[in-house]
Protein backbone atom coordinates (compact mmCIF):
# COMPACT_ATOMS: atom_id res chain seq x y z
CA UNK A 1 0.00 0.00 0.00
CA UNK A 2 1.56 3.37 -0.65
CA UNK A 3 0.98 7.12 -0.20
CA UNK A 4 2.02 9.23 -2.97
CA UNK A 5 2.63 13.12 -2.91
CA UNK A 6 3.48 13.66 -6.32
CA UNK A 7 4.71 17.00 -7.96
CA UNK A 8 4.74 17.38 -11.82
CA UNK A 9 4.62 20.52 -13.41
CA UNK A 10 5.79 21.94 -16.33
CA UNK A 11 5.82 25.51 -16.91
CA UNK A 12 6.33 27.43 -19.94
CA UNK A 13 7.11 30.61 -19.42
CA UNK A 14 8.20 33.62 -22.80
CA UNK A 15 9.99 36.56 -21.85
CA UNK A 16 8.99 38.02 -25.59
CA UNK A 17 10.76 39.46 -27.82
CA UNK A 18 13.53 42.14 -27.25
CA UNK A 19 14.06 44.46 -29.84
CA UNK A 20 16.71 47.62 -29.31
CA UNK A 21 16.93 50.05 -32.59
CA UNK A 22 18.94 53.10 -32.91
CA UNK A 23 18.54 54.99 -36.32
CA UNK A 24 20.82 58.21 -37.13
CA UNK A 25 20.27 60.16 -40.17
CA UNK A 26 23.83 60.64 -41.82
CA UNK A 27 22.76 62.64 -44.83
CA UNK A 28 25.25 62.03 -47.18
CA UNK A 29 24.28 58.29 -47.80
CA UNK A 30 20.80 57.91 -46.40
CA UNK A 31 21.65 54.61 -44.90
CA UNK A 32 20.34 53.28 -41.46
CA UNK A 33 22.84 52.23 -38.30
CA UNK A 34 20.03 49.12 -36.80
CA UNK A 35 20.96 46.56 -34.25
CA UNK A 36 17.99 43.62 -32.96
CA UNK A 37 18.58 41.60 -29.78
CA UNK A 38 16.05 38.73 -29.33
CA UNK A 39 15.44 36.17 -26.58
CA UNK A 40 13.24 32.95 -27.49
CA UNK A 41 12.12 29.54 -25.66
CA UNK A 42 12.66 31.46 -22.21
CA UNK A 43 11.30 27.78 -19.99
CA UNK A 44 11.25 27.09 -16.44
CA UNK A 45 10.89 23.21 -15.82
CA UNK A 46 9.35 21.93 -12.37
CA UNK A 47 10.53 19.11 -10.97
CA UNK A 48 9.22 15.79 -8.96
CA UNK A 49 8.41 14.08 -6.74
CA UNK A 50 6.63 10.75 -8.41
CA UNK A 51 7.48 7.90 -5.73
CA UNK A 52 7.44 4.46 -7.49
CA UNK A 53 8.68 1.25 -5.98
CA UNK A 54 8.96 -2.28 -7.47
CA UNK A 55 9.90 -5.34 -5.28
CA UNK A 56 11.99 -8.64 -5.49
CA UNK A 57 11.35 -11.36 -3.32
CA UNK A 58 12.43 -14.68 -1.92
CA UNK A 59 10.89 -17.23 0.57
CA UNK A 60 11.84 -20.43 1.49
CA UNK A 61 9.84 -23.69 0.16
CA UNK A 62 8.42 -26.44 1.48
CA UNK A 63 12.06 -28.50 1.73
CA UNK A 64 13.28 -25.15 3.03
CA UNK A 65 15.71 -24.01 0.68
CA UNK A 66 15.64 -20.42 -0.25
CA UNK A 67 13.49 -19.97 -3.49
CA UNK A 68 12.57 -16.39 -5.78
CA UNK A 69 8.61 -15.62 -5.15
CA UNK A 70 7.33 -14.43 -8.49
CA UNK A 71 3.89 -13.74 -6.92
CA UNK A 72 5.14 -11.14 -4.50
CA UNK A 73 7.44 -9.50 -7.21
CA UNK A 74 6.86 -6.76 -9.64
CA UNK A 75 8.81 -4.26 -11.58
CA UNK A 76 8.54 -0.52 -11.02
CA UNK A 77 4.79 0.73 -10.52
CA UNK A 78 2.42 2.72 -8.86
CA UNK A 79 0.88 0.31 -5.75
CA UNK A 80 -2.82 -0.79 -6.21
CA UNK A 81 -3.55 -1.11 -2.62
CA UNK A 82 -4.85 -4.75 -2.44
CA UNK A 83 -2.94 -6.09 -5.56
CA UNK A 84 0.70 -5.95 -4.56
CA UNK A 85 1.57 -7.57 -1.52
CA UNK A 86 4.99 -7.62 0.06
CA UNK A 87 4.00 -10.61 1.90
CA UNK A 88 0.95 -13.07 1.01
CA UNK A 89 2.54 -16.73 2.31
CA UNK A 90 0.04 -19.37 3.30
CA UNK A 91 1.46 -22.45 5.42
CA UNK A 92 3.96 -21.39 7.63
CA UNK A 93 6.89 -23.46 9.33
CA UNK A 94 8.70 -22.27 12.51
CA UNK A 95 11.88 -21.49 11.13
CA UNK A 96 10.55 -20.18 7.55
CA UNK A 97 12.16 -16.94 6.12
CA UNK A 98 11.53 -14.40 3.45
CA UNK A 99 13.29 -11.46 2.14
CA UNK A 100 12.86 -8.81 -0.09
CA UNK A 101 14.03 -6.10 -1.66
CA UNK A 102 12.19 -2.79 -2.64
CA UNK A 103 13.37 -0.77 -5.12
CA UNK A 104 12.42 3.16 -4.44
CA UNK A 105 12.08 6.14 -7.11
CA UNK A 106 11.50 9.28 -6.02
CA UNK A 107 11.40 11.20 -9.14
CA UNK A 108 13.98 14.26 -9.61
CA UNK A 109 13.73 16.15 -6.58
CA UNK A 110 15.48 14.81 -3.61
CA UNK A 111 12.94 14.01 -0.89
CA UNK A 112 12.32 13.49 2.62
CA UNK A 113 10.70 9.77 3.48
CA UNK A 114 8.38 8.37 6.33
CA UNK A 115 6.95 4.67 6.13
CA UNK A 116 3.91 3.57 8.22
CA UNK A 117 3.11 -0.54 9.28
CA UNK A 118 -0.42 -1.01 10.76
CA UNK A 119 -1.88 -4.41 11.40
CA UNK A 120 -5.08 -5.55 10.39
CA UNK A 121 -5.77 -8.98 10.98
CA UNK A 122 -3.99 -11.28 13.74
CA UNK A 123 -6.70 -14.14 14.50
CA UNK A 124 -7.22 -17.65 15.14
CA UNK A 125 -8.80 -19.37 12.64
CA UNK A 126 -9.24 -22.03 14.22
CA UNK A 127 -8.39 -24.01 17.61
CA UNK A 128 -6.48 -27.16 17.11
CA UNK A 129 -5.52 -29.63 19.89
CA UNK A 130 -1.85 -28.46 20.20
CA UNK A 131 -3.08 -24.91 19.93
CA UNK A 132 -5.40 -24.97 22.70
CA UNK A 133 -3.13 -27.23 25.07
CA UNK A 134 -0.37 -24.39 25.13
CA UNK A 135 -3.11 -21.59 24.96
CA UNK A 136 -3.97 -23.76 28.20
CA UNK A 137 -7.95 -23.63 26.60
CA UNK A 138 -7.69 -20.19 26.08
CA UNK A 139 -7.70 -20.38 22.28
CA UNK A 140 -11.03 -18.53 20.72
CA UNK A 141 -11.98 -18.95 16.80
CA UNK A 142 -12.24 -15.28 15.82
CA UNK A 143 -12.01 -15.28 12.11
CA UNK A 144 -10.47 -11.90 10.80
CA UNK A 145 -9.71 -10.78 14.88
CA UNK A 146 -7.68 -9.44 17.11
CA UNK A 147 -6.76 -12.45 19.38
CA UNK A 148 -4.18 -14.15 17.33
CA UNK A 149 -0.80 -15.19 18.14
CA UNK A 150 0.93 -14.79 14.98
CA UNK A 151 2.11 -11.34 14.72
CA UNK A 152 4.11 -11.58 17.91
CA UNK A 153 6.22 -14.45 16.41
CA UNK A 154 6.71 -13.32 13.10
CA UNK A 155 9.79 -10.72 13.22
CA UNK A 156 11.46 -8.39 10.89
CA UNK A 157 14.57 -6.63 10.09
CA UNK A 158 14.35 -3.70 7.55
CA UNK A 159 18.03 -2.44 6.28
CA UNK A 160 19.46 0.26 3.50
CA UNK A 161 20.39 -2.62 0.70
CA UNK A 162 22.58 -1.72 -1.98
CA UNK A 163 20.06 -3.59 -4.54
CA UNK A 164 21.66 -7.20 -4.02
CA UNK A 165 18.81 -8.43 -1.74
CA UNK A 166 21.57 -9.45 0.77
CA UNK A 167 22.64 -7.93 4.22
CA UNK A 168 26.23 -7.54 3.94
CA UNK A 169 28.88 -6.04 6.58
CA UNK A 170 28.23 -2.02 6.55
CA UNK A 171 24.60 -1.99 6.09
CA UNK A 172 23.05 -1.86 9.56
CA UNK A 173 19.61 -2.33 10.49
CA UNK A 174 17.27 0.53 11.45
CA UNK A 175 14.37 -1.09 12.50
CA UNK A 176 13.55 -4.49 13.28
CA UNK A 177 11.41 -6.61 16.17
CA UNK A 178 7.97 -8.45 16.07
CA UNK A 179 5.16 -7.44 13.39
CA UNK A 180 3.09 -6.49 16.58
CA UNK A 181 5.40 -3.63 17.87
CA UNK A 182 6.23 -2.81 14.08
CA UNK A 183 2.32 -2.39 13.36
CA UNK A 184 2.00 -0.31 16.02
CA UNK A 185 5.30 1.87 15.54
CA UNK A 186 3.10 4.47 13.68
CA UNK A 187 5.45 6.80 11.22
CA UNK A 188 8.62 5.52 10.60
CA UNK A 189 11.37 7.83 9.45
CA UNK A 190 13.41 6.88 6.70
CA UNK A 191 14.88 10.77 6.40
CA UNK A 192 13.80 13.89 7.45
CA UNK A 193 15.53 16.70 8.84
CA UNK A 194 16.10 15.08 11.91
CA UNK A 195 17.55 11.87 11.36
CA UNK A 196 18.13 9.66 8.07
CA UNK A 197 18.96 6.01 7.43
CA UNK A 198 21.84 7.63 5.30
CA UNK A 199 23.59 9.35 8.19
CA UNK A 200 22.75 12.75 10.00
CA UNK A 201 19.66 14.14 8.14
CA UNK A 202 20.27 13.27 4.42
CA UNK A 203 17.63 13.20 2.12
CA UNK A 204 16.55 10.49 -0.50
CA UNK A 205 18.61 11.32 -3.19
CA UNK A 206 16.42 12.20 -6.11
CA UNK A 207 17.43 10.50 -9.51
CA UNK A 208 18.58 7.56 -8.17
CA UNK A 209 17.54 4.06 -6.93
CA UNK A 210 16.75 3.85 -3.63
CA UNK A 211 16.86 0.18 -2.01
CA UNK A 212 15.06 -0.85 1.02
CA UNK A 213 15.90 -4.76 2.34
CA UNK A 214 13.29 -6.28 4.45
CA UNK A 215 13.33 -10.02 6.34
CA UNK A 216 10.86 -11.64 8.08
CA UNK A 217 11.26 -14.68 10.09
CA UNK A 218 8.71 -17.22 11.71
CA UNK A 219 10.83 -18.08 14.60
CA UNK A 220 13.80 -16.20 16.21
CA UNK A 221 15.49 -13.61 13.64
CA UNK A 222 19.16 -12.45 14.18
CA UNK A 223 21.80 -10.87 11.38
CA UNK A 224 24.64 -13.24 10.05
CA UNK A 225 25.73 -10.62 7.80
CA UNK A 226 27.51 -11.43 4.95
CA UNK A 227 31.06 -9.93 3.18
CA UNK A 228 30.33 -7.00 1.27
CA UNK A 229 31.29 -7.31 -2.64
CA UNK A 230 30.44 -3.55 -2.74
CA UNK A 231 28.83 -4.69 -6.52
CA UNK A 232 25.46 -3.59 -5.96
CA UNK A 233 22.76 -5.79 -7.81
CA UNK A 234 24.53 -7.95 -10.62
CA UNK A 235 22.83 -8.33 -13.96
CA UNK A 236 20.97 -12.03 -13.33
CA UNK A 237 21.05 -11.59 -9.85
CA UNK A 238 24.43 -13.64 -9.87
CA UNK A 239 25.67 -12.21 -6.44
CA UNK A 240 21.94 -12.03 -4.44
CA UNK A 241 20.75 -14.38 -2.00
CA UNK A 242 20.62 -18.15 -3.86
CA UNK A 243 24.27 -17.53 -4.54
CA UNK A 244 25.03 -15.86 -1.09
CA UNK A 245 22.54 -16.52 1.47
CA UNK A 246 20.23 -13.79 3.01
CA UNK A 247 22.56 -12.14 5.47
CA UNK A 248 20.37 -13.06 8.12
CA UNK A 249 19.07 -16.62 10.30
CA UNK A 250 15.91 -17.62 11.47
CA UNK A 251 15.38 -20.06 13.95
CA UNK A 252 12.12 -21.69 14.84
CA UNK A 253 12.78 -23.40 18.06
CA UNK A 254 11.88 -21.41 20.50
CA UNK A 255 8.06 -21.39 19.50
CA UNK A 256 5.33 -23.51 20.70
CA UNK A 257 2.29 -24.32 19.20
CA UNK A 258 0.18 -21.02 20.16
CA UNK A 259 0.25 -19.80 16.41
CA UNK A 260 -1.19 -22.82 14.53
CA UNK A 261 -3.17 -21.89 12.09
CA UNK A 262 -3.30 -18.34 12.91
CA UNK A 263 -3.93 -15.48 10.24
CA UNK A 264 -2.29 -12.23 9.99
CA UNK A 265 -2.46 -9.10 7.83
CA UNK A 266 -1.73 -5.71 7.49
CA UNK A 267 -0.55 -2.80 5.51
CA UNK A 268 2.89 -1.27 4.85
CA UNK A 269 2.57 2.37 3.49
CA UNK A 270 5.76 4.67 2.13
CA UNK A 271 5.66 8.59 1.65
CA UNK A 272 7.92 11.08 0.14
CA UNK A 273 7.95 15.08 0.11
CA UNK A 274 10.41 17.69 -1.35
CA UNK A 275 13.41 18.32 1.00
CA UNK A 276 14.40 21.42 -0.94
CA UNK A 277 12.54 24.57 0.73
CA UNK A 278 11.19 21.83 3.29
CA UNK A 279 14.04 22.22 5.43
CA UNK A 280 11.77 21.10 9.08
CA UNK A 281 10.06 18.25 8.06
CA UNK A 282 10.01 15.96 10.33
CA UNK A 283 8.12 12.21 9.34
CA UNK A 284 6.65 12.60 13.85
CA UNK A 285 4.86 16.14 13.08
CA UNK A 286 4.17 16.21 9.75
CA UNK A 287 3.25 12.96 8.44
CA UNK A 288 0.61 11.25 8.81
CA UNK A 289 -0.66 7.91 7.17
CA UNK A 290 -3.67 7.84 5.02
CA UNK A 291 -4.96 4.48 4.79
CA UNK A 292 -7.43 3.35 2.21
CA UNK A 293 -11.01 3.17 3.78
CA UNK A 294 -12.36 -0.04 3.95
CA UNK A 295 -15.29 -0.60 1.22
CA UNK A 296 -17.85 -2.20 2.57
CA UNK A 297 -20.25 -4.72 0.60
CA UNK A 298 -23.39 -3.58 -0.17
CA UNK A 299 -26.74 -5.32 -0.24
CA UNK A 300 -30.38 -5.22 -0.78
CA UNK A 301 -31.97 -4.85 -4.40
CA UNK A 302 -30.39 -2.39 -6.64
CA UNK A 303 -33.41 -1.36 -8.16
CA UNK A 304 -32.37 1.81 -9.89
CA UNK A 305 -30.08 0.61 -12.10
CA UNK A 306 -32.56 -1.82 -14.21
CA UNK A 307 -32.44 -1.58 -17.72
CA UNK A 308 -35.19 -2.41 -20.03
CA UNK A 309 -34.57 -3.89 -23.92
CA UNK A 310 -34.35 -1.51 -26.42
CA UNK A 311 -37.15 -1.73 -28.68
CA UNK A 312 -35.67 -3.24 -31.70
CA UNK A 313 -34.22 -6.41 -28.96
CA UNK A 314 -38.22 -7.70 -28.60
CA UNK A 315 -39.44 -10.16 -30.63
CA UNK A 316 -42.97 -9.40 -29.30
CA UNK A 317 -43.95 -6.65 -27.63
CA UNK A 318 -47.32 -7.85 -25.24
CA UNK A 319 -49.76 -4.05 -24.25
CA UNK A 320 -52.99 -3.43 -24.18
CA UNK A 321 -53.79 -2.15 -28.11
CA UNK A 322 -52.31 -4.29 -31.25
CA UNK A 323 -50.98 -1.36 -33.00
CA UNK A 324 -47.93 0.33 -33.79
CA UNK A 325 -44.77 -1.75 -32.00
CA UNK A 326 -47.82 -3.78 -29.92
CA UNK A 327 -47.92 -7.13 -31.29
CA UNK A 328 -49.85 -9.37 -28.56
CA UNK A 329 -52.20 -8.46 -26.02
CA UNK A 330 -51.65 -11.36 -23.77
CA UNK A 331 -47.76 -13.40 -22.88
CA UNK A 332 -49.31 -16.23 -23.47
CA UNK A 333 -50.18 -15.23 -26.99
CA UNK A 334 -46.36 -14.02 -27.51
CA UNK A 335 -44.61 -17.25 -26.00
CA UNK A 336 -47.06 -18.92 -28.25
CA UNK A 337 -45.77 -17.25 -31.32
CA UNK A 338 -42.18 -17.01 -30.15
CA UNK A 339 -39.31 -19.50 -30.48
CA UNK A 340 -36.36 -19.96 -28.05
CA UNK A 341 -34.30 -17.36 -27.53
CA UNK A 342 -36.83 -14.70 -28.06
CA UNK A 343 -37.16 -11.73 -26.29
CA UNK A 344 -40.80 -11.05 -24.88
CA UNK A 345 -41.30 -7.34 -23.79
CA UNK A 346 -44.49 -6.27 -21.54
CA UNK A 347 -45.26 -2.82 -21.77
CA UNK A 348 -46.87 -0.73 -19.23
CA UNK A 349 -50.19 -1.23 -20.86
CA UNK A 350 -50.13 -4.71 -20.43
CA UNK A 351 -53.91 -5.11 -19.02
CA UNK A 352 -53.17 -8.43 -17.21
CA UNK A 353 -55.76 -10.18 -19.43
CA UNK A 354 -53.61 -13.54 -19.60
CA UNK A 355 -55.68 -17.00 -18.14
CA UNK A 356 -52.82 -17.73 -15.71
CA UNK A 357 -50.54 -19.41 -14.67
CA UNK A 358 -48.83 -18.18 -18.35
CA UNK A 359 -47.12 -21.33 -19.32
CA UNK A 360 -43.45 -20.38 -20.23
CA UNK A 361 -42.14 -23.40 -22.22
CA UNK A 362 -39.57 -22.07 -24.12
CA UNK A 363 -36.19 -20.51 -23.68
CA UNK A 364 -36.94 -17.20 -23.75
CA UNK A 365 -36.60 -13.46 -21.90
CA UNK A 366 -39.53 -11.43 -20.61
CA UNK A 367 -38.84 -8.18 -19.71
CA UNK A 368 -40.75 -4.75 -18.86
CA UNK A 369 -40.43 -2.53 -20.75
CA UNK A 370 -40.03 1.23 -18.44
CA UNK A 371 -38.89 1.26 -15.53
CA UNK A 372 -38.53 -2.01 -12.90
CA UNK A 373 -41.83 -2.52 -11.93
CA UNK A 374 -43.84 -0.74 -14.57
CA UNK A 375 -45.45 -3.35 -16.11
CA UNK A 376 -47.83 -5.22 -14.09
CA UNK A 377 -48.58 -8.99 -14.17
CA UNK A 378 -51.42 -9.97 -11.79
CA UNK A 379 -50.76 -13.44 -12.05
CA UNK A 380 -48.48 -15.86 -12.09
CA UNK A 381 -45.49 -17.81 -14.74
CA UNK A 382 -45.30 -21.61 -14.36
CA UNK A 383 -41.83 -21.70 -16.02
CA UNK A 384 -41.13 -25.70 -17.75
CA UNK A 385 -38.45 -24.97 -19.57
CA UNK A 386 -34.46 -24.19 -19.46
CA UNK A 387 -32.36 -20.98 -19.51
CA UNK A 388 -35.72 -18.86 -18.95
CA UNK A 389 -35.02 -15.37 -17.98
CA UNK A 390 -37.76 -13.39 -15.86
CA UNK A 391 -37.02 -9.53 -15.65
CA UNK A 392 -38.72 -5.97 -14.68
CA UNK A 393 -41.70 -6.92 -14.07
CA UNK A 394 -43.52 -6.40 -10.89
CA UNK A 395 -46.20 -9.50 -9.43
CA UNK A 396 -48.92 -8.44 -7.88
CA UNK A 397 -50.85 -11.64 -7.99
CA UNK A 398 -50.00 -15.61 -7.96
CA UNK A 399 -51.62 -18.47 -9.27
CA UNK A 400 -53.05 -21.96 -7.79
CA UNK A 401 -50.69 -24.50 -9.26
CA UNK A 402 -50.80 -27.19 -6.82
CA UNK A 403 -52.53 -27.28 -3.32
CA UNK A 404 -49.43 -26.02 -1.58
CA UNK A 405 -47.68 -24.06 -4.48
CA UNK A 406 -49.79 -20.67 -4.91
CA UNK A 407 -46.88 -18.90 -6.44
CA UNK A 408 -46.05 -15.70 -8.54
CA UNK A 409 -43.31 -18.01 -10.42
CA UNK A 410 -43.69 -22.08 -10.19
CA UNK A 411 -40.35 -23.42 -11.20
CA UNK A 412 -41.19 -27.52 -12.70
CA UNK A 413 -38.55 -29.78 -12.89
CA UNK A 414 -38.96 -30.88 -16.46
CA UNK A 415 -37.02 -33.75 -17.93
CA UNK A 416 -36.31 -33.29 -21.17
CA UNK A 417 -35.11 -35.55 -23.84
CA UNK A 418 -31.60 -35.87 -22.19
CA UNK A 419 -33.20 -36.73 -18.94
CA UNK A 420 -31.37 -33.56 -17.06
CA UNK A 421 -33.17 -31.35 -14.44
CA UNK A 422 -34.60 -28.21 -15.73
CA UNK A 423 -31.61 -25.58 -15.37
CA UNK A 424 -30.59 -21.77 -15.80
CA UNK A 425 -33.49 -19.53 -14.59
CA UNK A 426 -32.98 -15.91 -13.81
CA UNK A 427 -35.17 -14.40 -11.95
CA UNK A 428 -33.83 -9.96 -11.94
CA UNK A 429 -34.83 -7.13 -11.28
CA UNK A 430 -38.46 -7.85 -10.82
CA UNK A 431 -41.09 -6.76 -7.88
CA UNK A 432 -43.11 -9.22 -5.81
CA UNK A 433 -45.81 -7.49 -4.21
CA UNK A 434 -48.10 -9.58 -2.22
CA UNK A 435 -52.23 -9.33 -2.91
CA UNK A 436 -54.47 -9.60 -0.47
CA UNK A 437 -54.53 -13.32 1.26
CA UNK A 438 -51.01 -14.30 0.04
CA UNK A 439 -50.69 -15.19 3.71
CA UNK A 440 -53.49 -17.40 4.66
CA UNK A 441 -53.00 -20.64 6.00
CA UNK A 442 -55.40 -22.70 4.33
CA UNK A 443 -53.95 -22.22 1.00
CA UNK A 444 -50.87 -23.16 2.04
CA UNK A 445 -49.91 -19.54 1.67
CA UNK A 446 -48.69 -17.80 -1.76
CA UNK A 447 -44.85 -17.87 -2.54
CA UNK A 448 -43.68 -15.51 -4.79
CA UNK A 449 -41.47 -17.91 -6.42
CA UNK A 450 -40.90 -21.60 -5.50
CA UNK A 451 -39.75 -24.65 -7.32
CA UNK A 452 -41.36 -28.17 -7.64
CA UNK A 453 -41.41 -30.92 -5.00
CA UNK A 454 -38.62 -33.40 -6.15
CA UNK A 455 -38.71 -37.03 -5.80
CA UNK A 456 -36.75 -40.41 -6.26
CA UNK A 457 -37.49 -40.11 -10.44
CA UNK A 458 -37.56 -36.42 -11.49
CA UNK A 459 -34.23 -34.60 -10.96
CA UNK A 460 -33.78 -31.36 -8.94
CA UNK A 461 -34.18 -27.92 -10.56
CA UNK A 462 -30.56 -26.47 -10.67
CA UNK A 463 -28.72 -23.12 -11.07
CA UNK A 464 -31.52 -20.94 -10.38
CA UNK A 465 -30.79 -17.33 -9.87
CA UNK A 466 -32.52 -14.61 -7.76
CA UNK A 467 -31.24 -11.67 -7.61
CA UNK A 468 -32.04 -7.30 -7.34
CA UNK A 469 -35.73 -8.23 -6.59
CA UNK A 470 -38.12 -6.61 -4.01
CA UNK A 471 -39.70 -9.39 -2.21
CA UNK A 472 -42.41 -7.91 -0.26
CA UNK A 473 -45.37 -9.86 2.02
CA UNK A 474 -45.60 -13.39 0.66
CA UNK A 475 -46.17 -16.48 3.23
CA UNK A 476 -42.83 -17.50 1.70
CA UNK A 477 -40.49 -14.89 -0.38
CA UNK A 478 -39.05 -17.59 -1.70
CA UNK A 479 -39.08 -21.85 -1.39
CA UNK A 480 -36.50 -24.01 -2.67
CA UNK A 481 -37.51 -27.49 -2.65
CA UNK A 482 -34.38 -29.73 -3.29
CA UNK A 483 -32.46 -27.39 -5.71
CA UNK A 484 -29.35 -27.66 -6.70
CA UNK A 485 -26.34 -24.85 -7.46
CA UNK A 486 -28.82 -21.69 -6.38
CA UNK A 487 -28.33 -17.99 -5.66
CA UNK A 488 -29.81 -15.46 -3.88
CA UNK A 489 -28.24 -12.29 -4.14
CA UNK A 490 -28.94 -8.28 -3.72
CA UNK A 491 -32.44 -8.65 -3.29
CA UNK A 492 -35.14 -6.80 -0.55
CA UNK A 493 -36.90 -9.58 1.19
CA UNK A 494 -39.38 -7.44 3.60
CA UNK A 495 -42.46 -7.97 5.71
CA UNK A 496 -42.57 -11.93 4.22
CA UNK A 497 -43.85 -14.85 7.03
CA UNK A 498 -40.52 -16.83 5.50
CA UNK A 499 -37.87 -15.01 3.65
CA UNK A 500 -35.95 -17.95 2.24
CA UNK A 501 -37.30 -21.81 2.96
CA UNK A 502 -34.66 -24.80 1.60
CA UNK A 503 -35.70 -27.98 1.68
CA UNK A 504 -33.11 -30.44 1.09
CA UNK A 505 -30.79 -27.24 -0.46
CA UNK A 506 -27.83 -28.77 -1.80
CA UNK A 507 -25.37 -26.23 -2.68
CA UNK A 508 -26.66 -22.95 -2.29
CA UNK A 509 -25.76 -19.41 -1.58
CA UNK A 510 -27.54 -16.21 0.01
CA UNK A 511 -25.53 -13.29 0.02
CA UNK A 512 -25.64 -9.63 -0.03
CA UNK A 513 -29.52 -9.44 0.67
CA UNK A 514 -31.77 -7.36 3.07
CA UNK A 515 -33.86 -9.30 5.50
CA UNK A 516 -36.47 -6.99 6.78
CA UNK A 517 -39.27 -7.51 9.61
CA UNK A 518 -39.99 -11.08 8.67
CA UNK A 519 -42.39 -12.22 10.48
CA UNK A 520 -41.42 -16.27 11.39
CA UNK A 521 -38.05 -16.21 9.82
CA UNK A 522 -35.96 -14.88 7.58
CA UNK A 523 -33.97 -17.94 6.19
CA UNK A 524 -35.41 -21.94 7.12
CA UNK A 525 -33.49 -25.13 6.41
CA UNK A 526 -34.77 -28.70 6.66
CA UNK A 527 -31.92 -31.04 4.88
CA UNK A 528 -34.35 -34.03 5.68
CA UNK A 529 -37.47 -32.25 4.28
CA UNK A 530 -40.24 -35.24 3.92
CA UNK A 531 -41.03 -33.70 0.86
CA UNK A 532 -37.67 -33.68 -0.48
CA UNK A 533 -34.65 -36.19 -1.44
CA UNK A 534 -31.90 -33.61 -0.82
CA UNK A 535 -29.94 -34.30 2.43
CA UNK A 536 -26.48 -32.94 2.68
CA UNK A 537 -27.31 -29.43 3.90
CA UNK A 538 -24.43 -27.57 1.79
CA UNK A 539 -26.04 -23.50 2.01
CA UNK A 540 -23.88 -20.56 2.81
CA UNK A 541 -25.51 -17.65 4.34
CA UNK A 542 -23.38 -14.22 4.45
CA UNK A 543 -23.27 -10.62 4.17
CA UNK A 544 -26.57 -10.59 4.78
CA UNK A 545 -28.71 -7.55 6.59
CA UNK A 546 -31.15 -9.07 9.45
CA UNK A 547 -32.92 -6.36 10.76
CA UNK A 548 -34.31 -6.42 13.69
CA UNK A 549 -32.94 -9.75 14.36
CA UNK A 550 -34.94 -12.47 16.12
CA UNK A 551 -36.82 -15.32 16.59
CA UNK A 552 -38.94 -13.90 13.23
CA UNK A 553 -35.86 -12.38 11.28
CA UNK A 554 -33.77 -15.09 12.01
CA UNK A 555 -31.22 -18.37 10.05
CA UNK A 556 -33.47 -21.31 11.69
CA UNK A 557 -32.20 -25.46 11.22
CA UNK A 558 -34.71 -27.74 11.25
CA UNK A 559 -33.82 -31.80 11.74
CA UNK A 560 -30.89 -33.93 12.37
CA UNK A 561 -27.58 -33.03 11.28
CA UNK A 562 -25.77 -33.90 8.59
CA UNK A 563 -22.32 -32.65 8.93
CA UNK A 564 -19.23 -32.35 11.24
CA UNK A 565 -20.33 -29.29 13.06
CA UNK A 566 -22.40 -26.26 12.40
CA UNK A 567 -24.77 -27.51 8.56
CA UNK A 568 -25.30 -23.63 7.56
CA UNK A 569 -22.18 -21.28 7.06
CA UNK A 570 -24.23 -17.89 8.05
CA UNK A 571 -20.83 -16.33 9.28
CA UNK A 572 -20.22 -12.48 8.56
CA UNK A 573 -23.87 -11.51 8.58
CA UNK A 574 -24.74 -7.82 10.30
CA UNK A 575 -27.56 -8.94 12.90
CA UNK A 576 -29.55 -5.69 14.98
CA UNK A 577 -29.84 -7.99 18.07
CA UNK A 578 -28.19 -10.94 19.15
CA UNK A 579 -29.22 -13.92 16.92
CA UNK A 580 -28.28 -16.83 19.01
CA UNK A 581 -30.27 -16.02 21.96
CA UNK A 582 -33.98 -15.28 19.84
CA UNK A 583 -33.54 -18.18 17.29
CA UNK A 584 -36.20 -20.95 18.00
CA UNK A 585 -34.29 -24.29 17.33
CA UNK A 586 -31.20 -25.73 16.96
CA UNK A 587 -28.24 -23.11 17.38
CA UNK A 588 -25.57 -25.97 17.17
CA UNK A 589 -26.12 -25.96 13.59
CA UNK A 590 -25.79 -22.61 12.10
CA UNK A 591 -22.51 -21.04 12.61
CA UNK A 592 -22.92 -17.25 12.91
CA UNK A 593 -19.60 -16.55 14.11
CA UNK A 594 -17.74 -13.96 13.70
CA UNK A 595 -20.58 -11.33 12.64
CA UNK A 596 -20.40 -8.47 11.28
CA UNK A 597 -20.60 -5.25 14.25
CA UNK A 598 -22.01 -2.79 12.19
CA UNK A 599 -24.75 -2.91 9.37
CA UNK A 600 -23.76 -3.09 5.90
CA UNK A 601 -24.65 -0.05 3.50
CA UNK A 602 -27.75 -0.89 1.47
CA UNK A 603 -27.99 -0.04 -2.36
Not at 230 to 251: A, F, H
Not at 462 to 483: A, K, L, S, Y
Request: net charge negative.
Amino acid sequence: MISLNHMNRKILMSLGVLVFVVALSLGVTGAFFSDTETSTGNTFTAGDIDLQIDNESYVTDSTGALVASPETSWGLKDLVPGVDHFFDFDDLKPGDVGEDTISIHVGSNDAWMCAAARVMVNSDETCTDPEQTDETGNCVVETDGTNGDLASQLNFMFWHDDGDNVLEEGETPFLGGPLSNIGSAGQITLADSVSSILGQNIPIPGGTTFYIGKAWCFGALTASTTAQDRQGKLPGSTNGPLVRGTGVSCDGAPLNNISQTDKVQGDLQFYATQSRNNSAFTCSQNYTPTWPEEQRPLVGALSSLYNDPAPETCTFTVGAVVAGPITHTTIQAAIIAAVDGNTVCVDSTYAGTDTFPVDVDKDLTIAGLGAMGDANVPGGFFISDSGVIVTGLEFTGFSTIQASANAAIYIHNEIGVSGVALANTLIDHNIFTAPAGAKIASLGGAKAIITEISNAVAPQATDIDVTHNIINGWRQGIFFNTTDEYDVSFNDIINNDVGVANDGPHNGSIHNNDFESNVLEAVGVAPDAANGTGNNGNLDVNTNNFAPAGAGNDVNWYGTSVAVGEDVNAENNWWSGEADAARTNSTAEVDTNPFEVAAFPEN
